[in-house]
């Protein structure tokens, strides 16, 4: 089965670049939307964006301008960077495998597959 | 602010069954379908429930979705202390063009 593991540092300095790797065991990369998801100490989850298997992406506008994703599909391996990140991006950070469609005009968009996460802290 | 509104939490008894909702509008749940997520203490989510009412493999059937309107309710049946946990809705919002999420709530099992 699918297992997904998610590692960088676990320290980063303000206005620096935030980069975050996800490596993907026992399954295929392809035909899946890889998201990433993050969640602030005692705060829920918040969408950052996704990478489809091909390299489309898809970023949550309130993060747009700082998000950059990328894929490599022959390592089975994900990337995320951040830039320019500060204290309020202290989070657990998590690689999540998603699925996104429409069916009858309705958009049905949910992740099946998470890794354990990965706590960046963002201080001086 | 979360784009989903729950309420912060629920509670009920072992062998009770309780009912979370989320609420939200046209542009999300009014006209897409809701998945649900299990966040057990210290541990990553898991899903519960996708496409409003679906589980996956897995899931025991205590566990149930449904939508109507603009909100979404989540049943569990049978409490254990082992559901003691958060749970979040999610969605996708065509406005934001963004994947969303509730605040999530906090079920104790007394």
């Known amino acids: 089965q699918v297992q997904l593991q998610e590692s960088g540092p676990g320290l980063v300095k303000p206005s620096e670049t935030l980069s975050l790797t996800c490596t993907v065991s026992g399954d295929s990369i392809s035909r899946f939307h890889w998201n990433w998801i993050r969640q602030p100490p005692g705060k829920g989850l918040e969408w950052i964006g996704y990478?489809?298997?091909?390299?489309?992406?898809h970023y949550n506008p309130s993060l747009k301008s700082r998000v950059t994703m990328s894929v490599d599909t022959s390592n089975k391996k994900l990337s995320l960077k951040l830039s320019s990140v500060t204290p309020a991006d202290t989070a657990m950070y998590y690689c999540?495998?998603?699925?996104?469609?429409?069916?009858?005009?309705?958009?049905?968009?949910?992740?099946?597959?998470w890794g354990k996460g990965t706590t960046v802290t963002v201080s001086s | 602010q979360s784009v989903l509104t729950q309420p912060p939490s629920v509670s009920a008894a072992p062998g009770q069954k309780v009912t979370i909702s989320c609420s939200g509008s046209?542009?999300?749940?009014?006209?897409?379908?809701v998945c649900w997520y299990q966040q057990l203490p210290g541990t990553a989510p898991k899903l519960l429930i996708y496409?409003?009412?679906k589980r996956p493999s897995g899931i025991p059937d205590r566990f149930s979705g449904s939508k109507s309107g603009t909100s979404s309710t989540l049943g569990i049946t049978g409490l254990q202390t082992g559901d003691e946990a958060d749970y979040y809705c999610?969605?996708?919002?065509?406005?934001?063009?963004?994947?969303?999420f509730g605040g999530g709530t906090r079920l104790t099992v007394l």
């Open positions: 046209s542009s999300n749940i009014g006209n897409n379908y």
């Open positions: 496409e409003n009412d």
């Open positions: 999540a495998r998603g699925s996104l469609g429409a069916t009858g005009g309705s958009y049905y968009f949910y992740m099946d597959v």
């Open positions: 999610g969605t996708w919002d065509n406005s934001l063009s963004a994947g969303v």
């Open positions: 990478i489809y298997s091909s390299g489309g992406t």
